[in-house]
T-cell receptor, first 112, second 114 residues
Framework: SQKIEQNSEALNIQEGKTATLTCNYT??????LQWYRQDPGRGPVFLLL?????KEKRKERLKVTFDTTLKQSLFHITASQPADSATYLC???????????FGTGTRLQVTL | NAGVMQNPRHLVRRRGQEARLRCSPM?????VYWYRQLPEEGLKFMVY????????ESGMPKERFSAEFPKEGPSILRIQQVVRGDSAAYFC????????????FGPGTRLTVT
């Protein structure tokens, strides 16, 4: 069955450093992959979408890569700030159905 | 330009009662999705609806759960005879088109069954 995994351990980094979060998937080939941010008690907020034929996508301080050979996406936040502290979710879509399959998320904590 | 709206934000029900969760999609969006998030678990897809049609309900429990998106008014997720295991955050999302676009999520309804 389709499986999508994110590191369940929290990631703690210092302000100004680059945070890198990992998303791995198995047993399927998603047409595209999305990253969302979720703050406690709130709904997810869309950040970036990358398609299977794209290697990299950037938006301001955010960068996403998509390696279909490794079946992995990396999500980078450069020059991280305490306001970036949140849980980051990756989600995949197979292209034949509209439902998203989410990972469990990785909590990022940026400290001063 | 209001986002996705959900109400109530918090809902407490006793075992055996019915829970009704409402979702109004973003203006111009005709596709609605419901997801459930259990504590310490990821978001799980439940159902995908368009106006007056259920497109994909593969994530819905076979019993006690139903969803609708009428021609007029919000989408409703209905849970009959709630049990403690139904306690979770229920999120609604909408999109302007099928499949390709990102989904816009509401703030969620937190259901507590006592």
């Amino acid at each position: 069955s389709q499986k999508i995994e994110q590191n369940s351990e929290a990631l703690n980094i210092q302000e100004g450093k680059t945070a890198t979060l990992t998303c791995n998937y198995t047993n399927y080939s998603p047409a595209y992959l999305q990253w969302y941010r979720q703050d406690p008690g709130r709904g997810p907020v869309f950040l970036l979408l990358i398609r299977e034929n794209e290697k990299e996508k950037r938006k301001e301080r955010l960068k996403v890569t998509f390696d279909t050979t490794l079946k992995q996406s990396l999500f980078h936040i450069t020059a991280s700030q305490p306001a970036d502290s949140a849980t980051y979710l990756c989600a995949t879509h197979t292209g034949t159905a509209s439902k998203l399959t989410f990972g469990t998320g990785t909590r990022l904590q940026v400290t001063l | 330009n209001a986002g996705v709206m959900q109400n109530p934000r918090h809902l407490v029900r006793r075992r055996g009662q019915e829970a009704r969760l409402r979702c109004s999609p973003m203006k111009g969006h005709s596709h609605v999705y419901w997801y459930r998030q259990l504590p310490e678990e990821g978001l799980k897809f439940m159902v995908y609806l368009q106006k007056e049609n259920i497109i994909d309900e593969s994530g819905m429990p076979k019993e006690r759960f139903s969803a609708e998106f009428p021609k007029e008014g919000p989408s409703i997720l209905r849970i009959q005879q709630v049990v403690r295991g139904d306690s979770a955050a229920y999120f609604c999302a909408s999109s302007p088109a099928s499949g390709v676009d990102e989904q816009y999520f509401g703030p969620g309804t937190r259901l507590t069954v006592t």
